[in-house]
């Protein structure tokens, strides 16, 4: 099993350019999650997916949009980067099975390193 | 709205010597502990978890947490590290619902020398 695997791994982009961050995981589960990771500011949540068809704001939502396209994909959309979005980009998901019971572990992919110019 | 402090940002250590990293949430209702650690260059992992029970927690790697209601407090220790675990380490918090939707502290970086 891959995991979560995400793509890019690096990227420079232009004020004003967009561009779609992937997500995959192979591990059936049915949550996903979209990360921003700064320096002194630990993780802030995005948006997540509780379920496959369902997408919800986190902390952070401004400037991006996303789509959970299936069960396993879900993406993250930046459509017109701004300085301010330079930042590592983690994916997570979660097994999110049993309605009521949470404190599942949630499992990251390796990271984006994104660049805004 | 939850929140999650790690009061050291960095703590520096020699090897073998024992260590205490320090997280205090701001709930006072029911939650769910986590910590997780980041080695360079890559994704989180989850380390430890506090859910009910016995509220100290151990990891497969040496480290343990103790839960403690009262001081709402979750500090993760280690009697003896090694030069391996030089790594971040995050705390976080979340609902006891239907989902696993985590909040994040802003992380400790621990360096161990030799």
């Keep these: 099993n891959a995991g979560v695997t995400q793509t890019p791994k690096f990227q420079v982009l232009k004020t004003g350019q967009s561009m779609t961050l992937q997500c995959a995981q192979d591990m059936n589960h049915n949550s996903m999650y979209w990360y921003r990771q700064d320096p002194g500011m630990g993780l802030r949540l995005i948006y997540y997916s509780a379920s496959e068809g369902t997408t919800d704001k986190g902390e952070v939502p401004n400037g991006y949009n996303v789509s959970r396209l299936n069960k396993r994909e879900f993406s993250l959309r930046l459509e017109s980067a701004a300085p301010s979005q330079t930042s590592v980009y983690f994916c997570a998901s979660s097994e999110s099975r049993l309605a009521g019971r949470g404190g599942n572990e949630q499992f990251f992919g390796p990271g984006t390193r994104l660049t805004v110019l | ?114």
């Design chain 2, 1 to 114: 709205a939850q929140s999650v402090t790690q009061l050291d940002s960095q703590v520096p250590v020699f090897e073998e010597a024992p260590v205490e990293l320090r997280c205090n949430y701001s709930s006072s209702v029911s939650v769910y502990l986590f910590w997780y650690v980041q080695y360079p260059n890559q994704g989180l992992q989850l380390l430890l978890k506090y859910l009910s029970g016995s509220t100290l927690v151990e990891s497969i790697n040496g480290f343990e947490a103790e839960f403690n209601k009262s001081q709402t407090s979750f500090h993760l220790r280690k009697p003896s590290v090694h030069i391996s675990d030089t790594a971040e380490y995050f705390c976080a918090v979340s609902d006891p619902g239907n989902t696993d939707k985590l909040i994040f502290g802003t992380g400790t970086r621990l360096q161990v020398f030799p």
